[in-house]
């Protein structure tokens, strides 16, 4: 009796899922806010991931990365400001009708920044954190767009809400330390880079920033 309940329950499932209408990829995609400019994006982080090991052990390694490094240039027309624009105002016709999904104003506001609307960024982004206050990379993205704007005080406030969340973030470590040094708060910046590089050896911008934040002070061979 057990057993045909269950084989009962299994086929009304299988009917139910052979009636419902498949979507094609190409309105996934819009649902999803996906574009070429997400393309670029993921190519890029592909290639940046293939100079390490082990994929630098591979025998045909300077093939694949030749064949990335390709591909990446074919798209490179996605991430021309009139694509991006005309990318962005497709993200903002689903955005209206998926106001409650943080992930698409995740996107708007990371499409944005890359725009140069810092103005709008920030906005996606403070949305997003009213919905998922525990994602610590929102917090991250705050810091940085107030620190782009000249706000080190504002930024640091927002750094650190990242760091309370997850206090190996070397990215919010890193961010956290430039707005020190914006502040003229040099040797606390210096040993939050160190903490970043601890945190993550492989932080080029904590090593960048570090450096900068030593040429500031006159510290040039440092």
Known sequence: QSTRRLRSRSTSVQRGRSSDPLLS???CARRLSYCRWNDQKIMAEILRRHQSPPCTLQLDHEERTAWWRTRLAEGQRSGEPAALLAAIAGVRTIVQTNDS???LHK??????????????A??????VSRM???????????GNLLDEQG???QAEAQFRKALAIDPNMAEALSGLGLSLSAQGRFDEAFR????AIAANPDSIHAYINWGI?????GQFEE
Not at 108 to 119: F, H, K, S, V, Y
Not at 122 to 127: A, L, M, S
Not at 192 to 195: E, G, L, P, Q, V
């Open 213 to 217: 934040g030593l040429a500031g002070r």
């Open 107 to 120: 996107n708007l506001g990371q499409m944005l920044e890359a725009a140069g609307d810092l103005a709008g």
């Open 25 to 27: 990829e190409m309105e």
């Open 192 to 195: 939050i880079y160190a903490r």
């Open 132 to 142: 998922v206050p525990q994602y610590a990379n929102v917090w991250y993205h705050l």
């Open 101 to 103: 999904d943080w992930v």
């Open 122 to 127: 920030f906005t996606e982004w403070e949305r």
């Open 151 to 153: 706000k080190s005080v």
